[in-house]
């Protein structure tokens, strides 16, 4: 089996009747067609021809997440879902149908707290923000399978203040004949092999501060010419914060960064006061003395990804965290 991911723009049905033509083509195939809310854009995308993946198959039991290790090709894709009224629900419900009918059995379906949270959520495969945010108090996830076991499917639901996020898995088994997958949206290019680590856990953030001497907070959300934090919990926050706490003569400045929208002198400024809003977080959140924090701005003139994409310039919105000497 493979999966067709689209949207409902009318531009798209000649590719979509080429693909499903093709696919019927081939002897014993059917075609998934997740259908995602018009206006949702694929954020990123990696394909490996051979590669094994942690299917999880029950919440955090305490000490780990349960798993089926699958290997074969594996895709993996973040979506971002327009519209900030959406409830994580909404977005699941319709995908989980469309699974149902077309065939899929769901194996597993939990959602944020039932899920086990914080230690599910670092428990399990996500691709890096900007391109997929979760909410750790706001996400559901799904496993499902092909009735012959030789696909198997994820997705991750969350959102932010501004957008829903969805993250699709499949796995095909070595030996099966998979067809071709048909971009839908406004995307990255794809690119073949491992797929990039998920964000930084709190021991990673650790690791690398000590070794690195910086690291960036990568589900933080910025739009464009906005300095806030959205509302929510932010991993990468909770686990500086224990950082901080664990190591009390350990000082961080934070550093913002925007993208090449407007002046310099205009983005400097813009960068400075997110990463006070940031240090304004971790002192009202999570009671870190303000004397151990500081907060600087770097505007565009740091760039991690190139300003001449929407992908890019979300990339480029960020904060990082910069370990000081003692």
């Known amino acids: 089996m493979t999966i067709i991911t689209r949207n409902r723009a009318r531009l798209l049905w000649p ?28 954020t990123a995308e990696t ?26 090709q594996i895709s993996r894709q973040a979506f971002r879902v327009g519209g900030a009224g959406a409830t994580t629900l909404q977005i699941l419900a319709p995908l989980r149908q469309q699974i149902a009918d077309q065939g899929y059995d769901v194996l597993f379906e939990c959602a944020a707290t039932a899920c086990g ?13 900007p391109a997929m945010y979760v909410d750790l108090t ?32 499949r796995v095909t088994a070595p030996g099966a004949d998979a067809a071709p997958q048909i971009g839908t949206f406004a995307a990255q290019p794809t690119t073949t092999g491992a797929v990039t680590a ?23 959300i910025f739009d464009t010419g906005a300095a806030a934090l959205g509302t929510g919990n932010f991993a990468s926050l909770e686990a500086l914060a224990a950082y901080l706490r664990a190591n009390p003569d350990r000082r961080i400045v ?11 002198a205009i983005n400097v400024a813009l960068s400075r006061r997110r990463a006070a809003s940031v240090k304004d977080r971790l002192v009202s959140a999570y009671e870190i003395s303000a004397s151990r924090l500081d907060a600087e701005g770097m505007g565009y003139l740091a760039p991690i990804a190139s300003n001449l994409t929407d992908s890019g310039r979300e990339a480029n919105r960020r904060v990082e965290a910069v370990l000081l000497p003692k």
């Open 198 to 220: 998920p964000p930084d856990a709190p021991g990673d953030i650790a690791t690398r501060l000590d070794r690195n001497g910086h690291v960036i907070l990568t589900d933080l």
């Open 254 to 264: 934070l550093v913002g960064h925007t993208d090449a929208t407007g002046s310099l």
């Open 138 to 169: 706001d996400y559901r996830f799904l496993a499902a399978a092909a009735p012959d076991q030789t696909e198997h499917l994820s997705l991750l639901v969350s959102r932010s203040a501004a957008a829903g996020f969805v993250q699709v898995i």
């Open 117 to 129: 949270g914080f230690d599910f959520r670092f428990g399990t495969e996500v691709l890096p923000g």
């Open 47 to 72: 394909v490996a021809t051979l590669d094994s993946y942690r299917l999880p198959t029950a919440p955090w039991d305490g000490t780990t997440v349960p798993a089926q290790r699958l290997e074969g």
């Open 15 to 42: 590719l979509l009747i080429l693909a499903a033509a093709s696919v019927l083509a081939m002897p014993g195939k059917a075609a998934i067609v997740l259908d995602l809310p018009t206006g949702s854009r694929n």
